[in-house]
């Protein structure tokens, strides 16, 4: 297989050049990777008119034979990971071991779901009449749009084209602009695994903005499933509403990353890395805010900038690198201005500089001293820093840990089990890592409360969401 997928949109079973196309960039060092075309306005409706004619026949598939085909699509994912890895740090940047990961993950949720595919299960429900039978049926909410992010452009995608397959649903997918290649790779393995024409449609576009309204306009989609920033996501659920779509919607995280007084400070430090490296910390579950309890602060603060400095800022594709260019250069202003102005309002920096920024490669940065006055602590860093505040006491903890209007994901660490239990239950957010820096899974629930978002991905929750309840009441 060559290196890059095709480069057209992908509809009807078919690769379709547009008029126009746009360019595909290396984050590293600005390179055009490819130039892909650009959906107009027909193409788009010609997805959605493959939908619209295959949608019958997809849910009338048995479902254990969509099952079978998204398990080849597994495979072959995992047969391909090394490209496919390659491919995501071409156009994403991330670190090549962060890339194979995601594509590991990745294809976990089409494994997960093919199996899933077999368990959408109804229910029967005793009546109070005699002659009266309850049966309720999961049927598939028909074709969906699918709006995903850069950050982890596979994973972000089989999380919801998974989902959606193995519940009988056509999809039309967006990929973010800056990479649409995951999304065309991904389509080129549906494509050879079998997957019926029309039942997996993308169409890349640089005007985010017109491909999300022509899928609002359209009364064939049914549900629109998005993934990126509250502000859009929110846009989307308002337009939405006119037509009565079914929304999800993964929005941002500002996630607290917590240390009570017992934790065990090595395993802390060791998930606090993960929690908030990945991606170079690009990702809405990156622990954003960091919590340390006022007798461990000193000592957790010394052991994770010792573990910081190990971390080796290069190109993705380079051996030894473990952070990758930040996507693009809006991404590094925006670290700047965060930074700049938290030490402006007194924040200490710890570790790292501001000087030390080159093109998109951002070096770690450690800072205390972190108020909630700072717009560190009010926004998502999407980037290789880490802020800390010093609490009081557990309750302080919590306080400051609920300090915002995002609920997506928290981390907390102590050894007591009773205060896990009590932090945990105080917490206002949809996931919780206890002793954890690593809490996405294909089996489990991913999703947010307050402004990080509407309904669940992966787990059985994540099929439901793409299911409407039949209720068949029969006279017998
Ligand atoms: P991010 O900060 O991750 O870029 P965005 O919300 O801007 O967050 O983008 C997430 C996804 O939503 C991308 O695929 C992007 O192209 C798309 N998008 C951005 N604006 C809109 C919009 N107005 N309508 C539909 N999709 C949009």
Redesign the pocket.
């Known amino acids: 297989m060559s290196e890059l997928p095709p480069t057209e949109c992908f509809i009807d079973g078919r690769w379709v050049a547009t008029k126009q196309r746009f360019r595909v960039t290396d984050p590293f060092d600005n390179e055009t990777i490819a130039e892909v075309s650009d959906a107009d306005d027909k193409t788009i409706d010609d997805g959605i008119a493959a939908m619209s004619r295959i949608a019958p026949v997809w849910r009338a598939t048995p479902a254990p034979a969509r099952g079978t085909l998204l398990r080849a699509m597994a495979t072959a994912m995992i047969a391909d990971e090394q490209r496919l890895a390659r491919i995501c740090t071409r156009e994403n940047g991330k670190a090549l071991p962060d890339s194979l990961a995601e594509v590991r993950y990745a294809a976990s949720f089409l494994s997960w779901f093919a199996g899933e595919a077999e368990r959408i299960y109804g229910e029967t429900i005793p009546a109070s009449r005699a002659e009266t039978r309850i049966v309720i049926t999961r049927e598939p909410v028909g074709p969906c749009a699918l709006?995903?992010?850069?950050?982890f452009p596979y994973a972000m995608l089989t999380r919801k084209l998974g989902a959606a397959l193995a519940a009988g649903c056509p999809v039309i997918a967006?990929?973010?602009?800056?990479t649409p290649l995951s999304a065309l790779a991904l389509a080129q393995l549906a494509e050879r695994a079998g997957v019926p024409a029309g039942v997996v449609n993308v169409v890349p576009?640089h005007d985010?903005?017109r491909?999300?309204?022509r899928?609002l306009a359209s009364r064939a989609i049914r549900k629109i499933s998005?993934?990126?920033?509250t502000?859009?996501?929110i846009?989307?659920a308002k337009a939405g509403a006119d037509d009565l779509k079914r929304m999800s919607l993964e929005l941002g995280g500002n996630a607290p990353l917590v240390v009570l007084g017992d934790a065990d400070l090595d395993l802390a430090v060791a998930q606090a890395m993960i929690a908030k490296f990945r991606n170079a910390g690009q990702s809405c579950v990156a622990a954003n805010r960091f919590i340390l309890e006022r007798s461990i602060a000193t000592s957790f603060t010394e052991k994770m900038i010792g573990e910081v400095g190990k971390l080796v800022v290069g190109r993705g594709l380079d051996e030894g690198v473990t952070i990758g260019p930040l996507i693009d250069d809006a991404a590094v202003k925006k670290v700047r201005t965060l930074v700049e102005d938290a030490v402006k309002k007194g924040a200490l920096m710890m570790h790292g500089s501001l000087d030390a920024i080159r093109g998109r490669l951002v070096p770690p940065m450690v800072l205390a001293g972190i108020t909630s006055e700072m717009e560190l602590w009010r926004e998502e860093i999407?980037g290789p820093v880490v802020a800390i505040r010093v609490a009081d006491s557990e309750a302080d903890a919590l306080a400051m840990a609920n300090d915002t209007e995002h609920g997506l994901v928290a981390y907390v660490f102590a050894r007591e089990h009773a205060r896990q239990q009590r932090f945990a239950e105080g917490l206002e957010s949809g996931m919780v890592g206890v002793n954890e820096g690593l809490v996405s899974a294909a089996q489990a629930p991913f999703g947010g409360v307050k402004h990080s978002g509407l309904g669940r991905e992966g787990s059985r929750h994540g099929i439901e969401d793409y299911t409407n309840l039949k209720y068949v009441a029969t006279r017998v």
């Open positions: 709006i995903t992010p850069w950050n967006k990929p973010a602009s800056q576009s985010a903005k491909v999300g309204d899928f998005f993934t990126g920033s502000k859009v996501g846009g989307l999407f």
